[in-house]
């Protein structure tokens, strides 16, 4: 469609294109020099069980303490006339289980009551499936949800009858619909017949999950995940791969299998910090390793596991005797090549089969795996060798990520790289949580690496803008300056993710994170969209870009300006991101030299995504606050002028014809 030429006109002014040359940053972008290839997992996510971002959040159970599994066996659970914990059940994982027995007189009631996490978030007109494992003969339950609210009567939104009828035990079924939103509901059982009821692994989720999956995920998290387009997935963690000791670290056997058998885990996240403790967080298993590798495959993602090395948390073990012995590490390794059957082995194979069984007799195709999360010291390298030995040799064409621990510099950063050249890794993930001044400094962190060695992946990674509770506008434009560094060195930066995803704003640990939500609603940060613009846009091909005829940097002399310049085969189009960290509007020209005289530039657009005020975030009451904008942009000829709004990230694409 050809827009008329007023109209481009308007559109450019409005995308701020200038009239005025003085002091112009002139960039140069070499159409005809196509280099280094994107990576298709270029822009990615982190997933970790941190911030109730699994049970609680991206996990769509609304049932806290399902199976009776956490330490004391009645958390989450309030109970009230003849209820006995029992520890025989029918799952040899979870033995525990209740029992309901007559409270002996007509009046008094037997059952009880579960909180969910932060409440139970219920939405009109949608349908939720309870579920639960039974035992006894003629008997009944009334299943209600109830509107937690102490000043008002706790009659029950929801009630439903279900009638126990067998001696043996069997899963039972309701589904019903909710007549009101509520964000805090709790679920209740009466037992309402003489005599006793067993009941084990009590579930709730909404009908209407990610895809249709019974033991689903959330909607609306999972759809936030998929509208990045995601080229790669790393789970599922993060410190929770180390665990606070080795009991506790992911166990990627224990999260696989029918799900009522999946033993509980400890979550380090919930003591991790004294300020955010809480006592009710652990792991369930129920999104495991399948169901990882399932939402890998759905949202588009190549699957990344991370699995131990045999140390656990280092930050809380200085004791040696906490890690696994280097002669020791047998189990610890064949766990990791069982992993890769579980993914990629055929229906015949031990591992293979469990994956079938499950639902998925076509393999994951995984091609990578990282073994150690953010481990230091020579005790890394030396447990890290044996992983690399035997992986090559069974699976040659699966790639290994090693790391290069916590910081983002220093003496351990210093230290590993040089190992992990040494037991070619083939990438080395790099984390910094950093201020904004890290962010400012850091736009040509790339240039000068050593192209002979692993590839990077900045495996976790967000600017902490102080004091804030979201994102604020400022941390995520500076993430995206930094990340065009990441770009312009795309040929040995291949992979790159946000850390954390997830935040329950009632449950969090750790912030800023990308996504925030309650039990109800989601937000998109800034941080996200910055995630999102560049995923959208990452193209197939770096193309060389100078600023007045140097190389862009976004360091001293170039006006607070970073930016970054694409081919996209499919769209044939160039695409360049220009990053204003500055608090003054910078007028700029964009030079596509090297067009073949009969090639034109059209169809221009411009995404901005700038704020009024920088401390802006968006919230669960605004989450629309801050969102990209996009408008069409009018070129003349090859050369583009434009003024870039002071604290704008812009993106200008043009289709090449
Ligand atoms: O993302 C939060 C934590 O930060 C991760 O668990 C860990 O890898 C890092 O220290």
Same mark, same amino acid.
């Given at each position: 469609?050809?827009?008329?030429?007023?109209?481009?006109?308007?559109?450019?002014?409005?995308?701020?294109?200038?009239?005025?040359?003085?002091?112009?940053?002139?960039?140069?972008?070499?159409?005809?020099?196509?280099?280094?290839?994107?990576?298709?997992?270029?822009?990615?996510?982190?997933?970790?069980?941190?911030?109730?971002?699994?049970?609680?959040?991206?996990?769509?159970?609304?049932?806290?303490?399902?199976?009776?599994?956490?330490?004391?066996?009645?958390?989450?659970?309030?109970?009230?006339?003849?209820?006995?914990?029992?520890?025989?059940?029918?799952?040899?994982?979870?033995?525990?289980?209740?029992?309901?027995?007559?409270?002996?007189?007509?009046?008094?009631?037997?059952?009880?009551?579960?909180?969910?996490?932060?409440?139970?978030?219920?939405?009109? $007109?949608?349908?939720?499936?309870? &579920?639960?494992?039974?035992?006894?003969? =003629?008997? /009944?339950?009334? @299943?209600?949800?109830?509107? #937690?609210?102490?000043?008002?009567?706790?009659?029950?939104?929801?009630?439903?009858?279900?009638?126990?009828?067998?001696?043996?035990?069997?899963?039972?079924?309701?589904?019903?619909?909710?007549?009101?939103?509520?964000?805090?509901?709790?679920?209740?059982?009466?037992?309402?017949?003489?005599?006793?009821?067993?009941?084990?692994?009590?579930?709730?989720?909404?009908?209407?999950?990610?895809?249709?999956?019974?033991?689903?995920?959330?909607?609306?998290?999972?759809?936030?995940?998929?509208?990045?387009?995601?080229?790669?997935?790393?789970?599922?963690? $993060?410190?929770?791969?180390?665990? &606070?000791?080795?009991?506790?670290?992911? =166990?990627? /056997?224990?999260? @696989?299998?029918?799900?009522? #058998?999946?033993?509980?885990?400890?979550?380090?996240?919930?003591?991790?910090?004294?300020?955010?403790?809480?006592?009710?967080?652990?792991?369930?298993?129920?999104?495991?390793?399948?169901?990882?590798?399932?939402?890998?495959?759905?949202?588009?993602?190549?699957?990344?596991?991370?699995?131990?090395?045999?140390?656990?948390?280092?930050?809380?073990?200085?004791?040696?005797?906490?890690?696994?012995?280097?002669?020791?590490?047998?189990?610890?390794?064949?766990?990791?090549?069982?992993?890769?059957?579980?993914?990629?082995?055929?229906?015949?194979?031990?591992?293979?089969?469990?994956?079938?069984?499950?639902?998925?007799?076509?393999?994951?195709?995984?091609?990578?795996?990282?073994?150690?999360?953010?481990?230091?010291?020579?005790?890394?390298?030396?447990?890290?060798?044996?992983?690399?030995?035997?992986?090559?040799?069974?699976?040659?064409?699966?790639?290994?990520?090693?790391?290069?621990?916590?910081?983002?510099?220093?003496?351990?950063?210093?230290?590993?790289?040089?190992?992990?050249?040494?037991?070619?890794?083939?990438?080395?993930?790099?984390?910094?949580?950093?201020?904004?001044?890290?962010?400012?400094?850091?736009?040509?962190?790339?240039?000068?690496?050593?192209?002979?060695?692993?590839?990077?992946?900045?495996?976790?990674?967000?600017?902490?803008?102080?004091?804030?509770?979201?994102?604020?506008?400022?941390?995520?434009?500076?993430?995206?300056?930094?990340?065009?560094?990441?770009?312009?060195?795309?040929?040995?930066?291949?992979?790159?993710?946000?850390?954390?995803?997830?935040?329950?704003?009632?449950?969090?640990?750790?912030?800023?994170?990308?996504?925030?939500?309650?039990?109800?609603?989601?937000?998109?940060?800034?941080?996200?969209?910055?995630?999102?613009?560049?995923?959208?846009?990452?193209?197939?091909?770096?193309?060389?870009?100078?600023?007045?005829?140097?190389?862009?940097?976004?360091?001293?002399?170039?006006?607070?300006?970073?930016?970054?310049?694409?081919?996209?085969?499919?769209?044939?189009?160039?695409?360049?991101?220009?990053?204003?960290?500055?608090?003054?509007?910078?007028?700029?020209?964009?030079?596509?030299?090297?067009?073949?005289?009969?090639?034109?530039?059209?169809?221009?657009?411009?995404?901005?995504?700038?704020?009024?005020?920088?401390?802006?975030?968006?919230?669960?009451?605004?989450?629309?606050?801050?969102?990209?904008?996009?408008?069409?942009?009018?070129?003349?000829?090859?050369?583009?002028?434009?003024?870039?709004?002071?604290?704008?990230?812009?993106?200008?694409?043009?289709?090449?014809?």
């Amino acid at each position: 469609m050809r827009l008329h030429k007023t109209l481009l006109a308007a559109a450019a002014i409005a995308a701020g294109m200038s009239l005025n040359a003085q002091d112009t940053s002139n960039f140069v972008i070499q159409t005809n020099k196509i280099g280094a290839p994107i990576q298709p997992t270029m822009y990615g996510l982190f997933f970790e069980d941190i911030n109730y971002a699994a049970d609680g959040g991206l996990y769509a159970e609304l049932i806290k303490n399902r199976s009776f599994e956490f330490p004391q066996n009645l958390m989450g659970w309030y109970t009230f006339g003849n209820v006995e914990l029992m520890n025989d059940g029918p799952f040899q994982n979870n033995p525990h289980y209740v029992r309901l027995s007559n409270a002996g007189h007509g009046h008094k009631h037997t059952g009880l009551e579960n909180e969910g996490f932060f409440g139970i978030g219920l939405t009109k $007109g949608e349908s939720y499936r309870f &579920t639960v494992w039974a035992r006894g003969k =003629d008997q /009944k339950i009334n @299943v209600e949800l109830i509107k #937690n609210n102490l000043d008002e009567n706790h009659q029950a939104l929801i009630k439903e009858d279900l009638s126990i009828n067998s001696n043996e035990w069997k899963k039972y079924e309701l589904v019903f619909t909710s007549p009101v939103t509520e964000a805090k509901a709790h679920l209740r059982i009466f037992l309402d017949s003489p005599g006793s009821v067993d009941l084990e692994h009590i579930s709730l989720f909404p009908v209407d999950t990610f895809n249709g999956h019974e033991n689903g995920l959330r909607k609306d998290l999972a759809q936030a995940l998929a509208d990045i387009n995601p080229g790669v997935f790393r789970f599922p963690g $993060g410190c929770i791969v180390e665990g &606070t000791d080795l009991e506790t670290r992911y =166990d990627w /056997k224990k999260s @696989v299998g029918p799900v009522e #058998n999946r033993p509980l885990n400890e979550n380090r996240w919930h003591y991790t910090f004294k300020y955010r403790f809480f006592p009710d967080y652990f792991q369930s298993y129920g999104m495991g390793f399948y169901e990882y590798f399932l939402l890998s495959e759905e949202i588009g993602a190549e699957p990344l596991p991370i699995v131990n090395c045999g140390l656990s948390c280092q930050f809380q073990n200085q004791d040696p005797a906490a890690h696994v012995a280097t002669c020791d590490l047998d189990e610890y390794i064949q766990d990791a090549l069982d992993l890769i059957e579980f993914a990629n082995g055929d229906v015949n194979t031990t591992w293979g089969k469990v994956r079938a069984e499950m639902g998925h007799p076509e393999p994951f195709n995984l091609k990578y795996i990282g073994v150690g999360n953010e481990q230091w010291g020579e005790e890394y390298p030396e447990r890290l060798k044996p992983f690399v030995t035997a992986i090559r040799k069974a699976y040659p064409n699966v790639q290994i990520i090693g790391s290069s621990g916590p910081d983002s510099e220093g003496k351990q950063f210093e230290y590993l790289w040089p190992e992990m050249k040494n037991l070619k890794v083939d990438m080395v993930d790099e984390h910094f949580y950093r201020p904004e001044s890290w962010f400012l400094s850091q736009g040509n962190r790339y240039d000068n690496y050593d192209r002979k060695g692993p590839k990077v992946f900045a495996g976790e990674y967000a600017c902490h803008g102080k004091g804030k509770k979201y994102n604020h506008f400022n941390a995520a434009l500076l993430e995206a300056a930094f990340m065009t560094g990441l770009e312009r060195n795309a040929d040995i930066v291949h992979m790159a993710t946000y850390a954390p995803l997830f935040a329950h704003v009632d449950g969090w640990q750790w912030r800023p994170d990308m996504i925030w939500f309650d039990n109800l609603n989601s937000v998109r940060t800034c941080s996200y969209y910055v995630q999102q613009l560049y995923s959208h846009n990452k193209g197939t091909n770096v193309v060389p870009l100078t600023m007045d005829k140097v190389a862009v940097s976004g360091q001293e002399g170039q006006n607070g300006l970073f930016a970054s310049a694409v081919w996209d085969g499919p769209t044939q189009s160039y695409i360049v991101k220009v990053v204003n960290t500055s608090d003054k509007a910078q007028p700029v020209s964009l030079n596509f030299a090297g067009l073949k005289k009969n090639n034109k530039l059209t169809n221009g657009t411009c995404i901005t995504f700038n704020s009024p005020n920088t401390d802006l975030e968006n919230t669960i009451e605004q989450p629309n606050a801050v969102v990209p904008q996009e408008s069409p942009v009018a070129i003349d000829g090859n050369m583009l002028t434009a003024d870039i709004a002071p604290h704008t990230f812009a993106i200008y694409k043009f289709n090449k014809q």
